[in-house]
């Protein structure tokens, strides 16, 4: 951005606080002021706060609201048949290329007290691997039984794609080819006072945030990395989060219900612990698939029961869905389509004496799953929540490192369990995805041996 652009835009606006600051800064903290701005579209958050000024007090969602349509784990034969025919399909466009993996990964780990990208922080119960390495393992382990190379595409933020990319040079992209591994970053959105002011963050920035998960649609076709995977034949995109070490990130079974099903965009749904658990909600609105944050779905809708007492709209997001190349591309066709969502924070800034000040300020960002309502088909599907949704997002508590370990060592002790070896209680057990992708890989490898546990295992 040049400054004659800046004046422009500044005094459209009327934001004459941020020019008074820039004019009193040093030539080279201007420059710093202005390459700062790279990247950011000024014009759009002005856009952004109109509408919802002109929105105040309508319902975020409004209309006829039933429990989604979800393709339930199989109890029948005939379902168990089903998902049989489902996997065998996704295991076919697995090998034949159409698939590629996306890890948004913009977040540092202040939450968890982790100085550091979120995907660097150690995880895993015995050996400590970061979240990272257990994606790639995973991927390098599906691109062996699968005898194909899984593109991984990872989401970064403006304020950690430089320590990503170092994190994964400086571990060799933990065996994954170079050329394997595309980095791309998340846009990013001023905040902006509830007056449409912008807000300093010091004297040379302004305050800005990530435009959310929503975002790296935007940004995956902005890159050019979309193209580039359409043009190398890949059809299908595994999207997920980084902080949940137990999602499965090249799933055959849940590739094959999203072609069966013919659907643009798919998801993973599990059964809401209790009326309180802060997930997105899987619903049908005014007949058409969709997902409902938590902060933004009506309480009698949150704790609706159903006549045997049970939730009634039990199917919670878990942030893992399968996305359509060309559904994607289609998104971004005239502009970006997904509608921004604003959230209300206080934010620290510098008042016009220079003195620290907090402001009210409004913040804007996009949701990934907004984009079931513009796809022509959607699929939700079941899955169990021990297997594959242990989310690490607070340092203590409820989805934390200390359940997250506890989940990693069920779901593997379970997995000998099923082979036949005991367990003893308290043992910690962890299995290297290299050296069994899942249950029925390790009792085929386990099957004949006589193996004994009596402490902390690690399979690899």
Same mark, same amino acid.
């Given at each position: 951005?040049?400054?004659?652009?800046?004046?422009?835009?500044?005094?459209?606006?009327?934001?004459?606080?941020?020019?008074?600051?820039?004019?009193?800064?040093?030539?080279?903290?201007?420059?710093?002021?202005?390459?700062?701005?790279?990247?950011?579209?000024?014009?759009?958050?002005?856009?952004?706060?109109?509408?919802?000024?002109?929105?105040?007090?309508?319902?975020?969602?409004?209309?006829?609201?039933?429990?989604?349509?979800?393709?339930?784990?199989?109890?029948? =034969?005939? *379902?168990?048949?089903?998902? /049989?025919?489902?996997?065998?399909? +996704?295991? #076919? %466009?697995?090998?034949? @290329?159409?698939?590629?993996?996306?890890?948004?990964?913009?977040?540092?780990?202040?939450?968890?007290?982790?100085?550091?990208?979120?995907?660097?922080?150690?995880?895993?119960?015995?050996?400590?691997?970061?979240?990272?390495?257990?994606?790639?393992?995973?991927?390098?382990?599906?691109?062996?039984?699968?005898?194909?190379?899984?593109?991984?595409?990872?989401?970064?933020?403006?304020?950690?794609?430089?320590?990503?990319?170092?994190?994964?040079?400086?571990?060799?992209?933990?065996?994954?080819?170079?050329?394997?591994?595309?980095?791309?970053?998340?846009?990013?959105?001023?905040?902006?006072?509830?007056?449409?002011?912008?807000?300093? =963050?010091? *004297?040379?920035?302004?305050? /800005?945030?990530?435009?959310?998960? +929503?975002? #790296? %649609?935007?940004?995956? @076709?902005?890159?050019?990395?979309?193209?580039?995977?359409?043009?190398?034949?890949?059809?299908?995109?595994?999207?997920?989060?980084?902080?949940?070490?137990?999602?499965?990130?090249?799933?055959?079974?849940?590739?094959?219900?999203?072609?069966?099903?013919?659907?643009?965009?798919?998801?993973?749904?599990?059964?809401?612990?209790?009326?309180?658990?802060?997930?997105?909600?899987?619903?049908?609105?005014?007949?058409?698939?969709?997902?409902?944050?938590?902060?933004?779905?009506?309480?009698?809708?949150?704790?609706?029961?159903?006549?045997?007492?049970?939730?009634?709209?039990?199917?919670?997001?878990?942030?893992?869905?399968?996305?359509?190349?060309?559904?994607?591309?289609?998104?971004?066709?005239?502009?970006?389509?997904?509608?921004?969502?604003?959230?209300?924070?206080?934010?620290?800034?510098?008042?016009?004496?220079?003195?620290?000040?907090?402001?009210?300020?409004?913040?804007?960002?996009?949701?990934?799953?907004?984009?079931?309502?513009?796809?022509?088909?959607?699929?939700?599907?079941?899955?169990?929540?021990?297997?594959?949704?242990?989310?690490?997002?607070?340092?203590?508590?409820?989805?934390?490192?200390?359940?997250?370990?506890?989940?990693?060592?069920?779901?593997?002790?379970?997995?000998?369990?099923?082979?036949?070896?005991?367990?003893?209680?308290?043992?910690?057990?962890?299995?290297?995805?290299?050296?069994?992708?899942?249950?029925?890989?390790?009792?085929?490898?386990?099957?004949?041996?006589?193996?004994?546990?009596?402490?902390?295992?690690?399979?690899?």
């Amino acid at each position: 951005m040049t400054e004659t652009t800046l004046f422009e835009i500044l005094k459209k606006y009327n934001q004459q606080h941020i020019t008074d600051n820039y004019v009193n800064l040093t030539g080279e903290k201007q420059k710093q002021f202005l390459e700062g701005l790279h990247g950011v579209n000024l014009d759009l958050v002005f856009k952004i706060h109109e509408n919802f000024v002109h929105k105040k007090g309508l319902p975020v969602h409004s209309g006829n609201i039933r429990p989604a349509s979800v393709i339930s784990i199989p109890k029948t =034969k005939e *379902e168990k048949v089903q998902r /049989e025919k489902a996997k065998q399909l +996704g295991e #076919s %466009l697995i090998r034949k @290329h159409e698939t590629a993996v996306s890890i948004v990964a913009g977040g540092q780990g202040s939450r968890l007290d982790f100085d550091g990208p979120k995907g660097t922080f150690p995880v895993s119960p015995i050996k400590k691997k970061t979240l990272f390495q257990l994606f790639c393992e995973s991927i390098r382990a599906s691109s062996i039984r699968y005898d194909t190379e899984i593109p991984l595409l990872i989401m970064t933020s403006h304020e950690n794609h430089h320590d990503t990319v170092k994190f994964f040079n400086d571990h060799k992209f933990f065996g994954l080819d170079r050329e394997q591994v595309h980095f791309f970053q998340q846009g990013r959105l001023p905040s902006i006072t509830p007056q449409g002011k912008l807000i300093l =963050k010091d *004297e040379t920035n302004i305050f /800005e945030n990530p435009d959310g998960h +929503g975002g #790296s %649609l935007k940004a995956l @076709h902005d890159s050019g990395l979309l193209t580039r995977l359409i043009n190398k034949g890949v059809t299908e995109l595994f999207y997920c989060q980084v902080d949940n070490p137990l999602a499965t990130v090249v799933d055959p079974l849940f590739l094959g219900y999203h072609r069966m099903e013919n659907a643009e965009i798919s998801t993973k749904a599990v059964r809401r612990k209790s009326i309180d658990e802060k997930v997105g909600v899987c619903v049908s609105l005014n007949d058409k698939s969709a997902i409902i944050e938590y902060s933004e779905m009506e309480a009698k809708d949150m704790c609706a029961l159903d006549e045997n007492g049970n939730i009634l709209y039990w199917a919670g997001n878990t942030a893992i869905h399968m996305l359509n190349l060309g559904f994607i591309k289609r998104l971004n066709y005239h502009g970006f389509a997904l509608p921004y969502h604003r959230a209300v924070k206080h934010i620290d800034t510098i008042a016009q004496d220079g003195k620290k000040a907090k402001v009210i300020g409004w913040k804007f960002e996009t949701f990934v799953f907004d984009a079931i309502s513009f796809a022509q088909k959607a699929c939700f599907v079941e899955v169990a929540r021990e297997e594959e949704f242990s989310p690490v997002k607070n340092k203590e508590g409820v989805d934390s490192p200390e359940t997250a370990h506890a989940d990693m060592v069920n779901l593997h002790k379970g997995w000998l369990e099923s082979a036949g070896v005991a367990v003893p209680p308290g043992i910690k057990i962890e299995i290297n995805p290299l050296f069994a992708l899942d249950r029925e890989e390790l009792s085929t490898k386990l099957k004949g041996k006589n193996i004994e546990i009596r402490e902390d295992a690690y399979f690899g």
